[in-house]
């Protein structure tokens, strides 16, 4: 057996790299105001942090005005067909398990034309971190509903009204297996880059739904939760472990009523050992989490699932080296076995 | 005892037919086995029925296998088998047509019963109506004659009754004079491992066929094949699929990339991805996709890590994939594109042959297009066909479409096993210099460098929409558009450059030149030889090279007063031909889900000859 | 304004339909023991039940064994492509919404290639019967592993074991936002019709998984359940308003730990007011019945979530209807507008 | 006061340029509305920035919208503009090669900062060092005087600064004599309704523009296009996507048929969707699918339930229809599928224009696939191509593909509205009579019946595995396979039957014929009058119906010496009309996102007839 094809250069060191480093010299081509900046900003702030060296890292995208994000990342990068990008990374991983390999995708490109390679990249356990910004409209294509716009949406193509009702992504996620879901928001800087960062260190695959402003298309679908005068009300922060409570003064909480259905109630009068506790590891929860919907109910923000299960890509190094263990043979030995005969 | 006769044949083709239950493809695979051991040269043909599981005794359940074994070089399974082994009437009724006029014909007369012949659609029977007359007829109670011999194994009936196909084995290697060894020593060592039983009963089963055709008075000739001059070497059978599978897993050692296969089941190229699934050892991974999108995008991503990435599919398949692949053209990335052609259109045929997806490959996609599209002529030719594709993937940076069919795929023929460190090896560079680093730069060929992930100071960003020449960033520039376009059309071309001379079997000019691809090689070859034969200034020429095409073939064209161009479609290569040759190509066509017979061929070639 | 172009002849008496009205000259083509005859037979036979007129029942199928099913049905048909029949089939509800729509899909067809239509067609509420023929293998195209087999399945194309964890599909359903989602097995005469005629009745999509055994490629997968013998240990009737029993003679339930995680208890012991009690009309309730997995719980049979929401076809009705209200004009009216100039 | 000239011009073009938040586009539309209803002849191209939102004052925000007026018959908007309005320095350096030599130049001083002047690349000023001197340059502080003029109404600065496009319009108005009373009608109504105030603003910078024009010293000649000579009827402007939309909705009418939309949107072939979705009130039903298979396979639904099918798309999104289209080609269901064509391969140039999937339509499917194809050759005619569309797809029973490009799609032009009544109904007939009723029974026309689910009686099953002849079985019998694939390629070749007579214009024989087909009509029209106006023997024919093509077409093509083809690909047409007619086509490409140049044309043929 002669050397390997492949380049025997030594990773860099990782320690010596900062925020800046993952900029690249195109200037980011999206409007003025677009949610996407500030996850741009996010994502490079936190890489750096992971310990992972900048030419092992791969950004996947799709197609729309979020999937133009890998231009902006200076690690190897992909732009590449609408709805696919899953698909084309569990092919990077798969070959490559030893890469970082991100895929950056909006609500129409992975949940619209992406959305089979979508299930089946989270089912399959790939480690991959998938990123979706959700600001629930085609911003690309000029502004048509998406499977996450609101039914009744009124918009270029549903000028009547959408008649479809949307996606929970959270629970698409959750019901296709993830084993890391998460949400934030893109504007909010505390939460995004703690959920990104947990996503980056979890082995398997890693959903965030990130809600992201499009001002231009629709402009504020998120604010109830991103503006400071009213995010307080709207946000329920999880916390594995911990009892489900929000309001300025935590003074809300969700409890189950009889019909095991969540309520609000107020947490003094309640009582905080009757509320719900979080609990990342389990799956029915974390589902009836994802069932909390705006405005009837806080939105949910943080962590709601994680759990531990082999990735597909680790499942696939174990079976090639059992069977190299359990079978020494060439690829000569491959043409010869069977049933053969020679001819002098 | 009545005497024997033992009579020497040149060549013979057998058939051996019945209900899909019945075992037939494996007594064909057996009798392809001893005779390729006994040194013939062979082609075989499975004819599997198109339905999953039609009813017992039906004709739409009726499962075939011939052999076609000769002294002298063989091209096909045979227009039309010396000899049927039928062992039911659906099996007759479907395959009499086929039998020469005088063959012989054994019938396993236990399976005549009222019930079976009004399922396979008899009014009367044909063992006693004489309608056979124009044939040798055996009548041969093979179920009955199976469960004697093996009574004593204590099998239950269901069991016992289908030791007769081992019946039917012995009793034809008793008429070709074929040794009973190789058999036996798979009963013994293959089935006795799953099932000790049942080995114990088709061993009987075998020899008590055999000693039939010994001792039963109504045989009276027995024939013998003589050797034929084969190469010297290591040989096995091998089918189409495995052909493929094998040629990547050599290219993986000749490039030492790492092999990944992304794909979706689909007939009949699922064989592929269930031959390499076993090759874990030799650290070939393969994805099982959701769909044959998600199949080729995995493949892409694959490519893009810097693997051997392949994907497997079929007609329906291709035109799912054909977004993707132009994504692959974009990037230009290597990746090999296994299309096992069906019947079409839609779901079309599926388990029958068909070379109509040429346009498809050609052209198939939105935009200019260009992939290098090759194909395969035979199961044994899939390797190399493999190879190849693998070679040019690389070699320039791009897809490549590799066409099988249906009747390569499942077809097998004896191969002979190529030592890899004697096959010239797949030069891989991965590029690693920071320093002047192109994304889009190009060698001679035209080839970009392939950086892939994990290589210090290259990170970089590829996509879908149009590069600027050189760096590889989105270009809005028309005539930065213009100027890629025509530098991928320009080193699709050059592959031309690497292909060689093409090859005119026949006369070097003359009347009428026959030009074929893929599966259509043996009929092609074999009905020109029989004209060469008789003295006809014919000739042929088979390519292996679809997009480019050949830098010499225009030439070869328009040395031959006529050029005829046998296909199992309606004329897709006849059309390449004329557009780029302004040739008035004759297309000679046949769309019924089966090969050219070497007659059907020879009888155009006349015709053609006569209207000069 | 001319007649209209569309026939009109009057429908036929579906009072006068039976069982063998449904019946085609055709044999069915499937291996002998297939649980597929007894899902063809259970949809004959609830059929001429339903009072629909025979002419106005079309039956859509992909590819698989699975789904030629619409050639042994004397009702209109179409054997589309892989995975696609959702699809065809929101076009014919869309069209026609007066028409019967019935969709015969696999696991293969449905959950692989199909996935994203399938789920789509569910968040829409399209009026689909959407029966989904669950064997877990690819059986017309010889038993490769498919999304519903376990994860570890040796199949051809997973001779070491399919590294793929399976979805489940009833989860996959609800998440999707089904308004109807139900199970039963192939051959149990009693809970398939019964669930097979809630469906049909419903109005909206519907969903039915049905465990069907596949004889020749993955014989026994849902023997536990249907196996006179070991059913009622493994079998939970699922019965709208009723605490959740199983076991020969109910002596056994589900009820919920601290860590709202589902047991199994002793009824006797436990007490029937603690068990669990089914809601079809709670979403989070169904997730977590869809999560009680064999072997380690029963298996839920009959009807998980049954809630009524507005069906995809009946939103564009009325937005057609409150449209032709709103705005009378013609087609040459809608060419003429916008400004126009008039040439002498 | 400086005496002013007006001078007669028989044609003049005239291009707006700004950034893209400068309102070009509305700049551009007013000024056609206007031009339109003084009566001249026109053709407009309006030209998008490929970025989404590319940074205020870069090359890549430039939008510009072309127009071109005339006294005579205009085809295209005209190579070279004679004015170019540019509203900032980017805007100034895109579009200044184009400007014809001598050309009028109006500039918006005020945004000749240096950082604008760096953002566009100049490294010095071009309205001082000297660069423009080929030019009449009329230097305007286009923003400074509109916020001049509109100070008093009180809108905010960014809001007021936007006002800028209507001076450049009133100050064009002025130029041209146009008349302001539309602009200012469309303001009052259509604009008020959304900002009362805007609208206010609006209207006085228009009229300081046209003051302006009228005052200013430097301005001293003003031009006057003469009304043109146009049919009689009632006009409007109407873009290719609203042609098909319309076309479309007419064909509802005369067809009697219920309209199902099935579509995923995708540029440039959006619009089409948008459109149609606002007729709910004639019963127009838009499915927004979640991808193009969806979008074509509810189509397939809806045709298959009796509606007047249609799915819209663009290349990338055709691709991943094909296996879907062959669907609809077996089941022999009426189908439009609307390809409006981008640059490509892959995501390619997606907001230019390309003529690049000619080959994907006509082969880019598994299996023999005839499908019928055809093309619009202007905004207008994109009406009348949906109609023919329409009508072949129901009388033959068959998906029909109509192919535009993104120059039809967003170009406009002045379109004749036609009186539906005028029109020919478009029959149809859906089977009824279950005596006798066979699924795949054909008329004279080789259409099968169309009976839809409702109708008792004729329940039956179709789908996509070959059918028998007539009853549509299953059929896996490869002459039964043969003989559809043959009808199903004869039922489309006898479309011909209806195709008229090939209209050549110019010399019926002779030297050059130079064939097009879709939106190169107008440039290849203009540059082929113009040199049948020089006295060359050269003559024009433009395809409407790429498959089948019409059955004249070899003799007119060999009535010529040479055949010209000019093509925005690779030479797509080209390779078609070689294989069908074994002419040297010469093909005449330019693959840069962009239209032909009349002069191009006029230059290629003049090349051709000098090699004659
Ligand atoms: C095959 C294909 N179909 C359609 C499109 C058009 N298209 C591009 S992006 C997009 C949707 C984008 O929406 P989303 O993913 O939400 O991204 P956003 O722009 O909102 O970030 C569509 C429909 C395409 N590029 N390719
Ligand atoms: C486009 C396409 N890809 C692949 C296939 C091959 N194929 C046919 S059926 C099938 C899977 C069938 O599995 P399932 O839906 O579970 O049906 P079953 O046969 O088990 O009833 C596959 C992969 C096809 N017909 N078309
Ligand atoms: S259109 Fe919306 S999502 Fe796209 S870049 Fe602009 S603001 Fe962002
Ligand atoms: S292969 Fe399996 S699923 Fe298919 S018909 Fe046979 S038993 Fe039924
Ligand atoms: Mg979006
Ligand atoms: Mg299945």
Redesign the pocket.
Same mark, same amino acid.
């Given at each position: 057996m002669t050397a390997s094809v492949y380049p025997t250069v030594p990773a860099t060191d990782p320690s010596l790299l900062s925020k800046k480093d993952f900029q690249t010299e195109v200037d980011p081509r999206w409007c003025p105001g677009c949610g %996407?900046y500030s996850i741009l900003a996010q994502v490079q702030r936190i890489l750096p942090e992971l310990g992972i060296p900048k030419e092992q890292i791969v950004f996947i995208s &799709? !197609? &729309? =005005?979020?999937?133009r994000f890998p231009y902006y990342m200076n690690t190897y990068g992909m732009h590449s !067909?609408? *709805?696919r990008a899953p698909a084309i990374a569990s092919g990077v991983k798969t070959l490559r398990p030893g890469l970082s390999v991100w895929v950056v @995708? &909006? %609500? &129409? %490109? $992975?949940l $619209?034309?992406g959305g089979n390679h979508f299930i089946h990249a989270l089912r399959r356990n790939m480690d991959l971190k998938i990123l979706m910004?959700?600001?629930r409209?085609? *911003?690309? @294509?000029k502004g +048509?509903y998406?499977p996450t716009s609101e039914q009744g949406k009124k918009t270029k193509s549903s000028p009547a009204g959408a008649p479809d009702y949307p996606f929970n992504p959270i629970s698409v996620a959750l019901s296709a297996e993830a084993t890391f879901v998460a949400r934030a928001a893109d504007i909010d800087a505390k939460g995004l880059p703690a959920v990104l960062e947990r996503a980056a260190r979890h082995k398997g695959s890693a959903y965030i739904e990130i809600y +992201?402003n =499009?001002p231009i298309f629709n402009d504020g679908a998120h604010d109830y939760l991103t503006d400071r005068k009213t995010k307080a009300e709207h946000e329920l922060r999880l916390e594995h472990g911990k009892p489900l409570r929000f309001g300025a003064n935590g003074e809300k909480g969700i409890a189950l009523d009889t019909r095991m259905q969540p309520v609000v109630v107020d947490v003094a009068t309640y009582g905080e050992d009757r509320l719900l506790v979080h609990d990342e590891q389990n799956d029915s929860l974390a589902y009836f989490l994802s069932r909390l919907v705006h405005p009837a109910f806080p939105t949910p923000v943080g962590v709601f699932r994680c759990v531990e299960r082999p990735s597909y890509e680790q499942l696939v190094e174990d079976q090639l080296t059992a069977a190299r263990e359990r079978k020494v043979a060439s690829v000569q030995d491959a043409l010869e076995a069977g049933e053969t005969w020679t001819v002098a | 005892m009545l005497e024997k006769h033992t009579e020497v044949l040149e060549a013979v083709a057998i058939r051996f037919a019945g209900d899909s239950g019945d075992g037939m493809q494996l007594t064909g695979t057996q009798f392809t086995e001893t005779t390729a051991l006994a040194g013939n040269d062979l082609a075989t043909f499975p004819d599997y029925p198109a339905e999953i599981r039609a009813p017992a005794g039906t004709i739409g359940g009726v499962s075939g296998f011939q052999l076609h074994l000769s002294s002298k070089d063989v091209f096909t399974p045979g227009d039309e088998p010396d000899v049927l082994v039928a062992m039911n009437p659906a099996a007759l009724k479907v395959n009499l047509p086929d039998l020469k006029p005088g063959g012989i014909l054994i019938l396993n007369t236990e399976q005549f019963s009222d019930k079976n012949l009004e399922r396979a659609g008899y009014k009367s029977n044909p063992l006693e109506d004489g309608s056979l007359a124009a044939y040798r007829v055996y009548p041969v109670d093979i179920t009955g004659l199976t469960l004697k011999a093996i009574a004593d194994v204590g099998l239950n009936q269901r069991a016992a009754v289908r030791c007769k196909n081992f019946f039917a084995l012995g009793l034809a290697y008793w008429m070709f004079n074929r040794p009973l060894e190789h058999s036996i020593a798979w009963i013994e060592q293959t089935m006795a491992k799953k099932d000790a039983l049942a080995a114990q009963a088709n061993l009987k089963a075998l020899k008590a066929g055999h000693a039939y055709g010994e001792t039963a008075e109504i045989f009276t000739h027995s024939y013998v094949i003589p050797e034929a001059k084969i190469a010297p070497g290591k040989y096995k059978n091998i089918t189409g699929n495995e052909g493929v599978a094998l040629g990547l897993l050599a290219a993986m050692q000749l490039s030492g990339l790492d092999m990944f296969l992304g794909t979706y089941p689909i007939t009949p190229a699922t064989d592929i991805l269930h031959h390499l699934s076993k090759y874990k050892h030799l650290g070939v991974k393969t994805f099982q996709a959701e769909d044959e999108i998600a199949g080729i995008c995995s493949a892409i991503g694959a490519a893009y890590a810097g693997g051997l990435a392949v994907t497997t599919t079929s007609g329906p398949g291709l035109a799912l994939k054909s977004?993707a692949m132009n994504l692959a053209l974009m990037l230009e990335l290597p990746l090999v594109i296994v299309n096992v052609q069906r019947g079409g259109p839609s779901t079309g045929l599926p388990t029958k042959t068909e070379q109509s997806d040429l346009m498809q490959a050609l052209y198939g996609r939105n935009g200019e297009s260009p992939i290098p599209v090759i194909a395969a002529r035979s199961p044994g030719d899939c390797f190399d066909a493999a190879i190849e594709a693998v070679r040019i993937a690389i070699r320039s940076m791009t897809p490549v479409l590799l066409l099988t069919d249906g009747y390569l795929a499942n077809g097998s023929e004896p191969w002979r096993i190529p030592k890899l460190d004697e096959l010239p090896r797949i030069p891989v560079h991965f590029h690693t210099e920071p320093n002047g680093f192109q994304p889009y730069g190009r060698d001679d060929r035209l080839a970009r460098p392939w950086a892939i992930p994990g290589t210090p100071g290259l990170e970089h960003r590829i996509g879908g929409l149009e590069k600027a020449n050189l760096t590889g960033a989105v270009s809005y520039d028309g005539g930065n558009h213009e100027l890629m376009c025509k530098l991928r059309a320009e080193k699709i071309r050059r592959i031309a450059d690497i292909i060689p001379p093409t090859e005119v079997h026949g006369a070097l000019d003359g009347d009428v030149l026959v030009v074929g691809w893929g599966g259509t090689y043996g009929a092609i070859r074999a009905g020109v030889d029989k004209l060469l034969g008789d003295g006809h200034r014919v000739a042929h020429v088979h390519l292996r090279h679809l997009n480019p095409l050949p830098a010499d073939l225009g030439a070869v064209l328009h040395r031959f007063k006529k050029v005829l161009v046998p296909e199992l479609n309606l004329g897709q290569l006849s059309h390449l031909l004329r557009d780029r040759y302004l040739i008035d190509a004759v297309s000679y066509n046949k769309v019924q889900g089966k090969p050219f017979k070497e007659s059907e061929i020879a009888r155009a070639v006349l015709a053609e000859l006569e209207r000069l």
């Open positions: %996407d &799709g !197609i &729309g =005005c979020s999937s !067909i609408h *709805g @995708t &909006g %609500d &129409g %490109d $992975a $619209a034309i910004f959700n600001n409209i085609y *911003g690309l @294509t +048509q998406s +992201q =499009c | 977004e």
